[in-house]
């Protein structure tokens, strides 16, 4: 049976949901929508599978009033099979009674057992691929990686979920936050950074996207609406790179109209 979590908000999403790069957790546009507690499951470097399948996960345990996904960049990947090397482990911080979020550790030379022992409630255990990590093995992942695919797998995502969440009777947000970075390669006529997905895809005439349209046509844009925290950036977190308090507090804004509609219930 599912823990109800009344006036509870959960997110899964990439930095650009965590407080990382930001002061205080307070200043994360997570915790300005006006629940009770948040359940702020952003992590640093997440692909859309590794945040699709934590999603999937909490709410297979919780029922939040609201669950809102946080969609990322497309060229990362994650493997959760045991790890030949280093991996990834994430748990529940409770240290705030109103804020739960996830604490990131790394370790090496990890023992299969071990690997196995974390796969357990209030824990997350992940290999990431991507084009910031140093390690080349987890860098490879970009040198055979291609956006349509990528892509693809971001609509198939979308689409589990939205019917996941459907099935179980689970309000839920889908939002942007990621540059999607291919948007020059698909020729997308918008800014950097800025383009929305299901509209990219749906003015394709011609090649493999085509192909991505019968599914993406099924995703409820209701609850996917074209808003993407990396849109309208006023200032940057400590790293000079990610949305900074202001933004964050602009966004905010954003989702709350969102949710205000008729998503939170």
Known sequence: ??????????????????????????????NQLGFSKVYNHGICGSSNDFIARRAIDFCSRHKPELAIIQWTQLPRWETIGSPKGSGDFYFEDHTYPEFNYLNAEIQKNIKPFKWSQQFKPDFYASVPYGNWLTENKHKAFVTIEDATTSLFGLIKNAYILQNYFKENNQPYLFVNGGDWLHSQQFDYPGEFGSWYPLDFIETVTDGP?????????????????????IENIVDKGSDGRHPGKQTNINFAKLVKEKINVGNRK
């Open 1 to 30: 049976m599912l823990k109800s979590l009344p006036n509870t908000v959960y997110i899964s999403g990439c930095s650009n949901s965590h407080f990382h790069y930001l002061d205080s957790y307070k200043d994360s546009w997570t």
């Open 209 to 229: 996207i085509t192909t991505i349209q019968p599914l993406a046509s099924k995703i409820d844009k209701t609850f996917w609406p074209n808003i993407n925290i």
